[in-house]
């Protein structure tokens, strides 16, 4: 993968987008610019669960003064990320369109636990070294992520429905503080963490605060003497007391509090108070670092053979007993026949590199579904990859995989929807290819192997030899045609033999047609 000197972070939050530019020097990452706005998505969803316009218009306009700082950058130098508002919104493709077409890059949703290794990664890269194990608390604008972990790896990883414009929104729409609607808000915060407190309690040692709500408390109680450091229960305490005495968030005044925090900071307290009782905290310094760091560092790791997303597969692999040696045959011949057709496509080459990596995860976990069930183990693998948990892919990648071993098997109305001639069409022949000449379960002896590949057919050269000696394969790789004709698209097997003619059959019956090769 090819490396930047420049990397850029994109965060679409519930509550602020943010844009965070860093150097890259000897593997570090130096700090050149940021950005931050308060775009407050989640306060745009309404009751249908859409983005309205005006949150929509905000948006956009934010991300057109990113895309102005961002102008230059590669592709492959920029991640841009949303969380929890876009997870949720029921119209977030549509706005996902408008939004890539503003910003100039694509735009990944991340799962909430996806977020929460982000933000551990994000804020252990902004802290000293320590073997002590951390729980970090990340309270956003829609969502809150809570992970312990230990030196660099997060260890567990939750995501809670718990954000401070929703809370804000739910518990103190029209502004004022009072004894009931703060314990409300304080009670409902503690039920969602009670669901996994059981899960943290005694695995950590040090607690430690990341985002904006965490700091904009620590900084009034430090800077009103209720703390020395970071946030206390007494703290908490001090300044619940002085939020009731205010009775509103417009006059929320006290040292510390910044403006732009006020329409959101009732939620965002009523979230901590709530943890800290629930997970028994006495005590929390808070971090620089958060997701956007986190993504950078990810990103960085990429470069360096240290992709989060290889592992995670390799993960999956002995989770769902993958044979190994299987796959590694299908990944093996599905990524040759790729790198034949990928000669034929105009396109980038870090682009095609991509696309590379998305068939070898694809090929390595086709048999996933397997764990379930041999009868339709190809729809089984596909819902695993669809909606599990896996760290470092974001939704639309697990998407694109679910889709891929989805493909891999079946019958011709599956492949309708295909776009003939582009990568993806390339990936599903490939991978369907590779599956079906590797049904023995034993590595092909089809040297030399022949692929070419455009838009309206595709050439596979196979040796005559092979052909004959296995009838199985070809009646299969005959019907493959089959499949492929009947969605108006020609794939072609020939006898791949030099210098003579091949011995071919009826072209409308069969998908052979006669070549001489040379």
């Given amino acids: 993968m090819e490396e930047y000197n420049i990397l850029a972070a994109v965060d679409l939050g519930s509550n602020s987008f943010k844009l965070q530019i860093a150097r890259v020097l000897d593997d570090q990452l130096y700090p050149l610019d940021a950005l931050k706005e308060p775009v407050r998505l989640t306060a745009g969803i309404g009751a249908d669960q859409r983005l309205d316009a005006a949150s929509q218009t905000r948006a956009l306009a934010c991300l057109g003064r990113f895309a102005e700082r961002l102008r230059g950058l590669p592709q492959g130098a920029v991640r841009c990320v949303g969380t929890s508002a876009l997870r949720v919104a029921e119209n977030t493709p549509e706005f996902l369109a408008l939004a890539e077409a503003t910003l100039g890059y694509p735009i990944e949703i991340i799962a909430g636990r996806e977020e929460a290794r982000l933000v551990y990664i994000g804020v252990v890269h902004s802290l000293p070294k320590s073997e002590q194990s951390r729980l970090i608390i990340d309270i956003g604008g829609g969502s809150t992520e809570c992970v312990i972990g230990a030196g660099m790896t997060p260890l567990i990883t939750e995501s809670l429905h718990l954000g401070c414009v929703h809370y804000t929104q739910r518990f103190f729409p029209d502004g004022s503080i009072n004894t009931h609607n703060l314990a409300q808000a304080e009670i409902a915060a503690r039920t969602q963490a009670q669901s996994i407190a059981a899960n943290y309690r005694g695995k950590w040692q040090v607690a430690i605060g990341s985002s904006g709500s965490a700091r904009i408390i620590s900084d009034i109680l430090v800077q009103n003497g209720w703390a020395q450091e970071g946030i206390t229960r007494d703290g908490l305490q001090r300044l619940r007391e002085t939020m009731l005495a205010c009775g509103h968030q417009n006059r929320l005044d006290f040292p510390g509090m910044k403006f732009d925090r006020k329409p959101v900071f009732a939620g965002g307290f009523a979230i901590m108070n709530g943890i800290f009782a629930e997970f028994d905290i006495d005590s929390m310094t808070v971090a620089d670092g958060a997701l956007r760091e986190g993504v950078l560092y990810d990103l960085l790791g990429r470069f360096h053979h240290q992709d989060m997303r290889n592992a995670t597969v390799n993960q999956y692999m002995r989770r769902y007993h993958v044979d190994g040696q299987q796959a590694n045959r299908v990944t093996k011949l599905a990524g040759h026949l790729f790198a034949q057709a990928s000669q034929q496509m105009d396109l980038p080459a870090n682009i095609l590199e991509e696309y590379a990596s998305y ?152 998908g052979w047609i006669r070549r001489k090769k040379t």
């Fill in 359 to 510: 068939l070898d995860w694809a090929a390595k976990l086709h048999e996933v579904g397997l764990s379930i069930a041999h009868s339709g183990y190809h729809k089984h693998g596909a819902y695993i990859l669809a909606h599990a948990d896996m760290p470092g892919f974001s939704q639309k990648n697990q998407t694109q995989l679910s889709m891929l071993v989805n493909l891999q098997r079946g019958g011709s109305e599956k492949l309708r929807g295909l776009n003939f001639g582009s990568p993806v069409h390339a990936m599903s022949l490939s991978l369907r290819l590779a599956v079906l000449l590797c049904r023995n379960r034993a590595t092909p002896s089809i040297h030399p192997l022949v692929f070419s590949f455009d838009r309206e057919n595709s050439d596979l050269g196979l040796p005559h030899d092979w052909l004959t000696a296995n009838p199985l394969s070809h009646a299969a790789l005959q019907e493959e045609c089959r499949q492929w004709r009947q969605v108006g698209y020609r794939l072609h097997l020939y006898a791949n033999e030099e210098g003579i003619d091949t011995i071919l059959q009826d072209t409308g019956r069969t």
